[in-house]
């Protein structure tokens, strides 16, 4: 017995000597107690405002993580280690489950939620993104969530219009955030945000060391539009420290107008009607035509008034690439073609390229297609707005072609296209040259 009793002493007394920290707290505060455990470890131990409590424990361990959890326990705080020697301690998701009974979603109509995410990541305790989806989650029924939905009620309503607002958010924070932040930025001077360590490092963890406490927003209406870069919404960060109470305002500026979703997609219901009339100075023809692009299809149909026909579709498989065939009768032969063709857009001009394999159909009652030429059109597309209410543009489409054919050798040739398009309320006129395989075309037509 007393060996056994010796040897419990020994372990006891090991396991106390060995361990790197040894604290002893009674009705301590909690600030006070992760203090201490910050000196003793060296680490450092962040925390949401306005984290309180009394501790009393006994403490001996090895190492800081398991100091936390004797620390923490039945407390509502949990700690979430950052980085090195880096630990958050705070009530992460009490906000949410206090809130989770008074939740709505909110389903957008105009405004493209995706186009805001720099705003989402700052209401993270008070809104959800819904996955797969253009809506979100909006927590509670008190003042601060009617502020937030009052907010995305304006921007739905005023997405795609041209107004510039200025929304701004208040989050309280610790003074050893404050602190450390300050620390970060090495700039006491100046209250901005402005080091890419501080502004990094707060964006990180912004819903976990930050309270929401307010929300605004309002339109300017004079504004100098050079120095704002409305496409990429760009958050300023600002440090306030007023009667020994710390925050975060927050301070974003943006133009409705490149909120709504991709013109692709919006319009991708929409049905379009486009007549018009050709004259190709080669052949000596006149051409009328008839086309209607409706979802995803294209149809044209184009005749010369000669019994001679030309009718070609198209489909959009994604943003870049489309498919399609042309059928049309030449003498006694009808001609198929296969299409396929991709876009890129580039920050000054678009880029079209077109693959075309052309073949010929001799005998109605057979299945067999004979393949007799192949063609490969690379072409740029560069837009201008003539007039200052931009009322009409120019379109230049230079380029250059392959073809590859069985009667002939392969050869290169220039194509160049222009257009002029001048737009009504709910259509526009279309006047069009181009040159394409040393034929030359003018085109005149009506879009409604």
């Not at 921007?155 to 924070?173: E, R």
């Not at 927050?250 to 050709?278: A, H, I, P």
Request: charge should be negative.
């Amino acid at each position: 017995m007393k060996k056994v009793l010796i040897l419990i002493i020994v372990v006891f007394s090991a396991s106390f000597y060995f361990s790197n920290i040894h604290l002893s707290f009674n009705e301590a505060p909690l600030e006070e107690v992760l203090q201490k455990l910050e000196e003793v470890s060296g680490s450092i131990i962040l925390t949401k405002v306005n984290t309180s409590g009394k501790i009393t424990k006994e403490i001996n361990t090895l190492d800081l993580e398991s100091a936390l959890d004797i620390i923490l326990y039945s407390t509502d705080y949990e700690y979430k280690k950052v980085g090195h020697n880096l630990y958050l301690v705070g009530d992460f998701d009490l906000i949410i489950q206090e809130s989770v009974q008074n939740a709505t979603e909110i389903n957008f109509k105009s405004l493209e939620i995706t186009k805001i995410s720099n705003i989402l990541m700052l209401l993270n305790q008070k809104v959800r993104k819904v996955p797969n989806s253009n809506s979100i989650i909006l927590f509670g029924k008190d003042e601060l969530s009617s502020e937030i939905l009052d907010f995305f009620n304006f921007l739905d309503d005023n997405a795609g219009k041209n107004k510039v607002i200025t929304y701004s958010s208040s989050h309280k924070i610790s003074k050893n955030l404050y602190d450390y932040l300050i620390c970060l930025e090495k700039n006491y001077g100046d209250s901005s945000l402005k080091s890419k360590d501080a502004i990094g490092f707060l964006e990180s963890n912004f819903s976990l060391l930050t309270d929401l406490e307010k929300v605004e927003f309002y339109e300017i209406f004079d504004i100098n539009k050079a120095d704002v870069n409305f496409k990429e919404n760009i958050n300023n960060y600002y440090l306030i420290k007023k009667d020994e109470e710390y925050r975060v305002l927050v301070t974003s500026t943006f133009n409705l107008e490149n909120l709504t979703v991709e013109e692709k997609t919006k319009n991708v219901s929409n049905l379009k009607t486009n007549l018009g009339v050709s004259y190709q100075f080669d052949s000596n023809e006149i051409i009328s035509s008839i086309s209607l692009q409706f979802n995803k299809s294209y149809f044209k149909i184009s005749s010369n008034f000669n019994n001679n026909f030309k009718f070609t579709y198209k489909t959009t498989l994604n943003d870049r690439v489309r498919i399609g065939a042309i059928l049309k009768n030449k003498e006694d032969l009808i001609n198929v073609s296969f299409l396929l063709d991709d876009y890129e857009d580039f920050n000054n001009f678009g880029l079209y390229g077109i693959l075309q394999v052309n073949s010929q159909i001799e005998d109605l009652n057979s299945i067999l297609v004979d393949i007799n030429e192949l063609t490969y059109d690379l072409v740029a597309v560069k837009t201008y707005t003539l007039g200052e209410k931009q009322t009409s543009e120019l379109s230049l489409y230079p380029g250059f072609g392959l073809s590859i054919s069985k009667e002939n050798q392969p050869s290169i040739y220039f194509n160049f296209g222009a257009q002029y398009a001048f737009p009504f309320q709910k259509s526009k006129v279309l006047l069009s040259y181009l040159f394409h395989q040393h034929l030359h075309t003018i085109s005149l037509s009506f879009e409604f």
